[in-house]
C-alpha cells in the first residue's frame, strides 16, 4: 500500500482536526492540545492533552474492534494522529449513563451518583449555536437527522460499548458514571462507532479516591488535568497488557 498522507484541513473541532487524505476512505486526525468545556465557552491550551487523549482513544477503539464493535479507527500514526475510515458523522451525541451526574442530575434534581437499574440512554442534537438540546427519536426523524432503525442501532451499540468499557475501567479500578459517543455513516451507507472516547467524554471515577479522573477536572477548575489523563492511560495500558 503506498503512503498515506495528508492533504486539505476538511474541519476543525474544538479538540481536533481532521484532514482529507490521498486515499478518498481515509480521514487523518490530529489530536490538538487544547481542552474545552461548555460548548467552547471555556478553552485552555495544554501541553500533553493531544498526545495522551489519541492514545487512550486509539487504545478503547482497538479493543472495542477486538470486541466486535465495528468503528472507524484505522491506526495509530505517532503521538497525536489517527488515520480513521471516511464516515459522514450523524449530528447526534449518544450518551449513556450508569449513574446520576452532569445534565440528569441537574435535570431531575438526582441525587449525585445515584446508581441506574439500567442504563440510561439519551440523544442530544449537536448544535453549538443550540447549545446541544436533547432531542428524541421521532424529533430526530423529523428533522431528517437520523432513521428509526439507525437511533435503534446506534442505542443498542452505545449499550454494548458501555459493557465493554465498564469492564475496562472496573479492571483499573475506576467506575464509568457516564460517557457519549457518535457514529457515523460509511460509504456503504452502514452506521459504524466514530469520534474518539476518551476522559474528554466520558465520566470517570476512581473507586477508592472517589476523585474524578476525567474532564470534570478542568469543568470544575478541580486541578491540572494533563496528569490526570496521563494517570488513565497508564492504568489503561496496564490493564490491557493484563
Ligand atoms: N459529553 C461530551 N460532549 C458534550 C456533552 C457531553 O463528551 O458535548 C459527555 C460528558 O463528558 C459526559 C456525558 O457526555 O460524560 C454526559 O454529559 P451530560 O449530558 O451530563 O452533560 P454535561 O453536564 O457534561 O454538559
Same mark, same amino acid.
Given at each position: 500500500m503506498t503512503e498515506i498522507t495528508k492533504t486539505d484541513l476538511m474541519y476543525q473541532g474544538k479538540a481536533k482536526e481532521m484532514f482529507a487524505t490521498t486515499d /478518498?476512505? *481515509?480521514v487523518w486526525v490530529h489530536y490538538m492540545d487544547q481542552v474545552t468545556a461548555f460548548n467552547g465557552k471555556k478553552k485552555v491550551q495544554m501541553k500533553g492533552k493531544g498526545e495522551t487523549n489519541c492514545r487512550i482513544s486509539s487504545i478503547i477503539f482497538s479493543d472495542l474492534a477486538a470486541h466486535g464493535i465495528e468503528n472507524h479507527f484505522i491506526k495509530q500514526l505517532d503521538s497525536n494522529n489517527q488515520l480513521v475510515k471516511r464516515v459522514k458523522i450523524i449530528p447526534l451525541e449518544t450518551v449513556v449513563r450508569n449513574m446520576a451526574s452532569g445534565s440528569f442530575e441537574r435535570k431531575f434534581a438526582a441525587e449525585h451518583l445515584m446508581k441506574?437499574?439500567? /442504563? %440510561? *440512554?439519551?440523544? @442530544?442534537?449537536?448544535s453549538d449555536e443550540l447549545d446541544d438540546p436533547f432531542i428524541n427519536d421521532s424529533q430526530a426523524e423529523a428533522l431528517g437527522v437520523a432513521t428509526p432503525a439507525q437511533m435503534d442501532f446506534m442505542k443498542q451499540t452505545a449499550l454494548k460499548v458501555n459493557d465493554r468499557l465498564k469492564a475496562i475501567f472496573a479492571d483499573m479500578n &475506576?467506575? =464509568? %458514571? #457516564? @460517557?457519549? %459517543?457518535?457514529? $457515523?455513516? #460509511?460509504? #456503504? $451507507?452502514? %452506521? &459504524? =462507532?466514530?469520534?474518539? &472516547?476518551? /476522559?474528554?467524554?466520558?465520566? =470517570? &471515577?476512581?473507586?477508592? *479516591?472517589?476523585?474524578? =479522573?476525567?474532564?470534570?477536572? @478542568?469543568?470544575?477548575?478541580? $486541578?491540572?488535568?494533563? /496528569?490526570?489523563y496521563e494517570e488513565i492511560l497508564t492504568r489503561l495500558e496496564k490493564a490491557e497488557e493484563a
Open positions: /478518498p476512505e *481515509t441506574f437499574e439500567k /442504563p %440510561v *440512554t439519551e440523544f @442530544f442534537y449537536k &475506576i467506575d =464509568l %458514571v #457516564d @460517557f457519549k %459517543v457518535e457514529f $457515523g455513516v #460509511d460509504g #456503504d $451507507g452502514k %452506521v &459504524i =462507532l466514530a469520534d474518539e &472516547i476518551s /476522559p474528554d467524554s466520558c465520566r =470517570l &471515577i476512581d473507586r477508592d *479516591t472517589k476523585k474524578s =479522573l476525567d474532564k470534570d477536572v @478542568f469543568r470544575k477548575g478541580l $486541578g491540572e488535568l494533563v /496528569p490526570v
